[in-house]
């Protein structure tokens, strides 16, 4: 089992800036990749941002030039650093984890943008 645990979110003015965090813990070598995740309201879950242990990253469109994703391998702690936030980023963010098996999610962190 793996054990995510997020933090760093808070209430932030359009423009800012907010750097989240995800302590992975447990069964952590199992681990190939890490994402970012957001569910606004009345929306479903989805993607913001996924590294690979190698740094490889992908980002979803309405973040890319915006938002950073990077890992820190040797203490399992993936971060999303956003800047220029908008109104439109307000949602909860979740950090996922996956093996070849399994994927595991943390309990999210509101981040709420206001205008």
């Known amino acids: 089992q793996v054990q995510l645990v997020e933090s760093g979110g808070g209430l932030v003015q359009a423009g800012g800036s907010l750097t989240l965090s995800c302590a992975a813990s447990?069964?952590?070598?199992?681990?190939?990749?890490f994402g970012w995740y957001r569910q606004g309201p009345g929306n479903q879950r989805e993607l913001v941002a996924v590294?690979?242990?190698?740094?490889?990253?992908n980002y979803a469109d309405a973040v890319k030039g915006r938002f950073t994703i990077s890992v820190d391998n040797a203490s399992n702690t993936v971060y999303l650093q956003m800047n220029s936030l908008k109104p439109e980023d307000t949602a909860a963010y979740y950090c996922n984890a996956v093996s070849l098996s399994d994927r595991y999610w943390g309990q999210g962190t509101q981040v709420t943008v206001s205008s």
């Open positions: 590294i690979s242990r190698r740094d490889l990253t």
């Open positions: 447990g069964k952590t070598f199992s681990i190939n990749h």
